[in-house]
């Protein structure tokens, strides 16, 4: 069964400064989504990545398939990007996610 | 495009009345998922459907019900609610490709049910 564990589950930050919440998985996976929910309890998916790097504005994902790992990156953080970040693992066998418990970002102005 | 949209917003059941959580996805998607998310977990699923006219269970099925209508509705309905099933569903959607699994989820805004 696969594992996926985020830290730090709780991260607080002023703002303008560089953020990075991590991703590990225990089994091979055929993709890894990062989604955000906001406190109103939407989730939007930020990134979904295979391989190598993804960069939407401020947010950069990596992730390492021989690691296991993946982070994400908020760059020159904004009150605006408080919310819960959330790393989801797509299994192999078919379309089914495993989701992290999520790191609650605070981003204080 | 309204996406994934789900209703009701928040619900208040009594133990053993029943209800169902309506989800529609406007965006041809084959799967549909029903999640659930409770404090210090991460989501979990309850019962998916890979294309229309078919449906799987997930991890936590017990207590559920769902109904793959048609291609956009996947509804998921609780007979005799429990304080357990105290939670927030979220209602997903993606698109099955034919080569690797490169799949983007798309999610509700979620209902938040509470049972007492």
């Known amino acids: 069964k696969n594992e996926v564990e985020q830290s730090p589950q709780n991260l607080t930050a002023q703002e303008g400064e560089f953020i990075t919440i991590n991703c590990s998985y225990s089994?091979?996976?055929?993709?890894l989504h990062w989604l955000q929910q906001h406190p109103g309890g939407g989730i939007v998916s930020l990134f979904m990545?295979?391989?190598g790097k993804k960069k939407h504005g401020r947010l950069i994902a990596t992730i390492n398939i021989q690691e296991k790992h993946s982070s994400l990156h908020i760059t020159a953080s904004h009150p605006r990007d408080s919310a819960v970040y959330i790393c989801a693992t797509q299994e192999t066998s078919g379309s089914r996610l495993t989701f992290g418990e999520g790191t609650q970002l605070t981003v204080n102005p | 495009n309204a996406g994934v949209t789900q209703t009701p917003k928040f619900q208040v059941l009594k133990t053993g009345q029943s209800m169902t959580l309506q989800c529609a996805q406007d965006?041809?998607?084959?799967?549909m998922y029903w999640y659930r998310q409770d404090p210090g977990m991460g989501l979990r699923l309850i019962y998916y459907s890979a294309s229309e006219g078919t449906t799987d269970k997930g991890e936590v099925p017990n207590g559920y019900n769902v109904s793959r209508l048609n291609k956009r509705e996947f509804s998921l309905r609780l007979e005799s609610a429990a304080p357990s099933q105290t939670s927030v569903y979220f209602c997903?959607?993606?698109?099955?490709?034919?080569?690797?699994?490169?799949?983007?989820?798309?999610f509700g805004q979620g209902t938040r049910l509470t049972v007492v």
């Open positions: 990545l295979s391989s």
């Open positions: 089994v091979g996976i055929s993709a």
């Open positions: 965006m041809n998607h084959n799967s």
């Open positions: 997903a959607s993606s698109e099955r490709g034919q080569w690797l699994y490169r799949l983007e989820a798309f």
